[in-house]
């Protein structure tokens, strides 16, 4: 079932970014960007507030939310803010074109959730406002003038870095590039990683993410041929001389972060030899508290220990291997002396787990013993990290905005005010932690702030007359010649995507640059 995002309005039609939308009221015509000044930050011009201010064909009592970001926690947030504010008006902004966030995600949970966030969007009072990128498209100072409040849940678009030499090395990447180079994400179509020159890979982490690339360098190709992975990888995987892949931790097998459904996938994969050590499985009086107080950890310990238990002693000939390698924490990147400039494997030095005075948690610390091992690529798992904007107050040691239960702070001090009409939900809020539920949670909480803050009279429109929303937005947008993507142009590429599977047995076969994914959403 489709359904259509309602972007419509009382007055005539004006086509805005290929896409029918209604014009604003006869005198804001006269609308000019010109003249809009940079002192630090865009600020906005004279002649736009005036613009404003002239728009009054809303009643004041209709706040204008806008959420920045269209994954999970922007949807669910959007959800909220439907349900508890009748008569709110909610626009969900993203730089993709499409919707959902959810390029990590196979398949089938992929649907499960396209679906209950498309209701959404069904609701007449949301739209999806794609292609618009913030700091690029519009700024962040400019999204508080034309909305009452404004919501960031963007997420985190880059990477936290290991700090050690060798990184810059080629045939090192982000798991992040790699996790998006494989699901079509149009930022990493022309990533390209080297899997011919060797037949080793480490997997830096022993996270979900860490596992889930292991899964795509093991799992056999005719496997992934059947499913939505991009083609470009799928061709180059075909071709992959990778045979074995370590996934590095410099924990224990008894604090590593993997979840029980993901970890019995890549057990389970076909014909696959798997090594642990046994030496890595036994638990300290302090491992065994850890895992009294943790039902999932304590599984994934099971699974582990089954899993040695079970393996091969010995690895046949031609077959895949992985490798868990615990208490092991990068130290050095190793260059190769045949190719100048390429990783050729790295350093490791041994750690042992102590406690974390305070936190009762067990920490890895160095031992002063190294261990070399070989590759030629390198896949690094160490966690995501957020991206500051113009104007927005940022934490850079947390990598989180500050916050008081989403309210934004001025700044992360003890002193720090907050930041009227502006709030935070997601990873952006509490850091890159945490699964789809959770940010269902963070929404829950950031909603009832901003609901707490509407009674108590501190959100607001800045003056007597409505702020204009989304018609001013259009407007502004329209006058930059940004060509936006509303939800309709989403389904038409999610209608393509799925033709195009069809003819290949597979359940889509996507749109992976950035012209492609405009061409099908406007057409």
Excluded at 261 to 276: A, C, Q, S, T
Aim: net charge neutral.
């Amino acid at each position: 079932m489709h359904y259509k995002c309602r972007l419509c309005f009382k007055q005539q039609p004006l086509k805005v970014a290929n896409s029918v939308l209604n014009p604003l009221p006869k005198q804001t015509e006269i609308f000019s960007i010109a003249g809009i000044e940079k002192s630090g930050e865009m600020v906005i011009s004279r002649a736009l507030r005036r613009f404003w201010r002239s728009y009054s064909t809303v009643s004041s009592d209709r706040l204008r939310f806008c959420i920045v970001g269209s994954g999970p926690a922007g949807f669910y947030t959007a959800d909220k803010i439907l349900k508890s504010h009748e008569g709110a008006e909610v626009d969900i902004v993203d730089r993709l074109p499409t919707p959902f966030g959810l390029v990590s995600l196979p398949e089938h949970l992929q649907q499960i959730v396209t679906n209950q966030f498309s209701r959404v969007v069904q609701n007449g009072r949301c739209s999806f406002i794609g292609n618009v990128s913030l700091g690029a498209s519009i700024s962040l100072a400019e999204l508080r003038e034309l909305y009452d409040v404004v919501v960031l849940s963007y997420g985190a678009e880059s990477d936290q870095a290991l700090g050690i030499p060798g990184e810059e090395l080629a045939g090192i990447y982000a798991a992040r590039e790699f996790v998006w180079w494989y699901n079509g994400h149009p930022d990493c179509r022309n990533l390209a990683p080297d899997l011919k020159s060797s037949d080793t890979a480490v997997i830096i982490g022993q996270g979900n993410v860490a596992l889930d690339v292991a899964r795509i360098l093991l799992r056999p190709t005719s496997e992934l041929a059947t499913t939505d992975i991009a083609s470009h990888t799928l061709a180059a995987l075909e071709e992959s001389s990778i045979r074995k892949v370590y996934l590095v931790g410099r924990r224990g097998a008894a604090q590593a972060a993997f979840t029980a459904k993901e970890l019995r996938e890549v057990l389970g994969i076909k014909d696959l030899f798997i090594e642990i050590q046994q030496a890595d499985l036994s638990k300290t009086p302090a491992d065994e508290e850890e895992l009294k107080r943790n039902r999932i950890k304590r599984r994934i310990h099971e699974l582990l220990s089954k899993a040695a238990t079970s393996a091969a002693s010995v690895c046949s000939p031609g077959q895949k291997e992985l490798h868990f390698v615990f208490f092991r924490k990068p130290d050095r990147f190793l260059e190769s002396d045949c190719r100048s400039g390429h990783v050729a494997g790295l350093r490791l030095e041994r750690t042992i787990l102590k406690e974390d005075v305070g936190s009762g948690r067990q920490i890895a610390v160095g031992t002063g013993l190294f261990d070399e091992m070989e590759c030629g690529l390198v896949l690094k798992s160490v966690g995501y990290k957020s991206i500051p904007v113009d104007g927005l107050p940022f934490d850079h040691h947390k990598g989180i905005v500050p916050n008081v239960r989403g309210r934004v702070l001025s700044e992360a001090s003890g002193d720090a005010q907050v930041e009227k009409g502006l709030y935070v939900c997601g990873w952006l809020k509490r850091g890159p932690t945490g699964i789809i539920a959770t940010n269902l949670y963070c929404a829950e909480e950031t909603v009832a702030s901003i609901s707490e803050d509407v009674e108590r009279g501190l959100v607001t429109s800045s003056s007597s007359l409505s702020k204009p929303g989304r018609e001013g937005l259009l407007q502004l947008l329209d006058s930059r010649n940004v060509k936006i993507v509303p939800f309709g142009g989403w389904e038409k590429i999610d209608s393509e995507e799925k033709r195009r599977g069809s003819l290949k047995n597979k359940p889509r076969e996507k749109l992976t640059t950035w012209q492609e994914l405009l061409e099908v959403a406007t057409k």
